[in-house]
């Protein structure tokens, strides 16, 4: 079956540094999402790619969907304490069965 | 526009007791629905899900269920709570017919159990 991993699991940073982390599929996906949820609160949508070599940026945040659309990647330009939490990816694509990746944990020390 | 509610958001059950979590939608009709579950510092497991009254789709066999008597209705159930049953629960939905939509997240409920 399909299998997602994201990568790390978990990040520390010191604020003012650069942040990435990946989502890599074994199948090919048809649409990735990317959510944030900040520590004790829900997740949150942040952006959804699409179309093959996509990218999307969000202020300090850029996205990425791989040619093959097999791989995805969130990176963070220059980190702040806000941006502290964990960041899912979603591939639940042409179904209704939508499934996170394991998230990635980023901690941000000021 | 479209809100989730989901209730209640903090429950302390003992080993072997029921339970009942249940959420809402407003200002969509026939939404998709999901229930999913994270232990502490872990990721989002999907439960349930349904795309209709009464259709539930389960994911992972275990001693939760999930029901939806109404189009914007979804509970979540269990007859007999299990230790590992602790963790924070997440409603959600999406447009429903839209495969790959995003997904709305209700401020989940925090149980532990005793």
């Known amino acids: 079956g399909q299998q997602v991993m994201q990568i790390p699991q978990y990040q520390h940073v010191q604020e003012g540094e650069d942040f990435t982390t990946y989502c890599n599929s074994s199948t090919t996906l048809s649409n990735i999402q990317w959510y944030k949820q900040r520590p004790g609160g829900h997740p949150v949508f942040l952006i959804q790619l699409v179309k093959s070599g996509e990218v999307k940026k969000q202020k300090r945040l850029t996205f990425q969907f791989g040619e093959a659309k097999k791989n995805s990647s969130l990176h963070i330009t220059a980190t702040q304490t806000t941006d502290v939490g964990t960041y899912f990816c979603?591939?639940?694509?042409?179904?209704?069965?939508?499934?996170f990746g394991t998230g990635t944990l980023l901690a941000v020390q000021p | 526009s479209q809100t989730i509610h989901q209730w209640p958001a903090t429950l302390v059950q003992p080993v072997g007791s029921p339970l009942s979590l249940e959420c809402t939608v407003e200002?969509?009709?026939?939404?998709?629905l999901y229930w999913y579950r994270q232990a502490a510092g872990r990721g989002l497991q999907l439960l349930f899900y349904?795309?209709?009254?009464?259709?539930i789709s389960s994911e992972v066999p275990q001693n939760l269920s999930a029901s939806r008597p109404q189009d914007r209705q979804f509970i979540l159930s269990s007859k007999k709570l299990l230790l590992s049953d602790s963790g924070f629960y997440l409603c959600?939905?999406?447009?429903?017919?839209?495969?790959?939509?995003?997904?709305?997240f209700g401020e989940g409920s925090w149980l532990t159990v005793v």
């Open positions: 959600a939905w999406s447009i429903g017919g839209h495969p790959g939509n995003t997904i709305y």
């Open positions: 979603n591939y639940g694509g042409a179904t209704n069965k939508l499934i």
């Open positions: 200002g969509t009709s026939n939404p998709n």
């Open positions: 349904s795309v209709g009254i009464g259709q």
